[in-house]
Each structure stands twice: as structure tokens, then as C-alpha cells.
């Protein structure tokens, strides 16, 4: 099991950036595909980018490819999402979360991962 927090939400203009992290507990968090994942209000949870657990293989959602990096820190159980040129449609609560399943590939699907951390807001001013 794996408990997760994230962080480094707040208020931007848009063009600017943010770094979210998502700090773990648990010894197992390098056993984990990670995602993040954001829902705006009024809107689905929506699927942002997603890491395997050694991090070697990353995927992006349409909407921020070029423009979001996701990575980890195995050492420091701890996963980011660096965001640049940051839009007023950004504006979501972020939620990290854990795919404790063996997949072979990178899920979008909110339901096969299976640890959320409580969410950060970001909003992002025109």
C-alpha cells in the first residue's frame, strides 16, 4: 500500500509554470506506474501524464504534450509534474495516484489505478 501527498499547486499567470510533486510513503513506491490526473470543475477527471515505475517510458494527455514533463525519484519516492506555458484551461485540482496493477503498459484509465493523494489546486489567470 502506498500513501500519497502532492504539492507545489497555487496561483500563475497564464505562460508561466509550476512544478507539482507528489511525495510517497510506503517502500514499494518504485514497484508503481504513477499518473497525474486533474479535474476541472463541472468537467470528468481527466488524464494528464503517467510514468512507468522505472521511469523510462512516460505518456502524455493531447492536451499538455510539449508543454507538461512528468518524472520520478525512485531514491526519494517522490514524482513531479513540471508544468510550463501554463493556459487558463489548466486550471484543475491535480491529483497524483498509483497503478498498483502489472501492466505492461502506461493506463489512462483513472479506475486501474488504485492510490490517490488528496489533490492540489492550480489555477491559471489570463
Known amino acids: 500500500q502506498v500513501q500519497l501527498v502532492e504539492s507545489g499547486g497555487g496561483l500563475v499567470q497564464a505562460g508561466g509554470s509550476l512544478r507539482l510533486s507528489c511525495a510517497a510513503s510506503?517502500?514499494?513506491?518504485?514497484?508503481?506506474?504513477m499518473g497525474w490526473f486533474r479535474q476541472a470543475p463541472g468537467k470528468e477527471r481527466e488524464f494528464v501524464a503517467g510514468i512507468s515505475w522505472s521511469g523510462g517510458n512516460t505518456y502524455y494527455g493531447d492536451s499538455v504534450k510539449g508543454r507538461f514533463t512528468i518524472s520520478r525519484d525512485n531514491a526519494k519516492n517522490t514524482m513531479y509534474l513540471q508544468m510550463n506555458s501554463l493556459k487558463p484551461e489548466d486550471t484543475a485540482v491535480y491529483y497524483c495516484a498509483a497503478d498498483g496493477g502489472s501492466r505492461w503498459y502506461i493506463s489512462t484509465r483513472e479506475n486501474d489505478y488504485d492510490y490517490w493523494g488528496q489533490g492540489t489546486q492550480v489555477t491559471v489567470s489570463s
Open positions: 510506503g517502500r514499494t513506491f518504485s514497484s508503481y506506474a
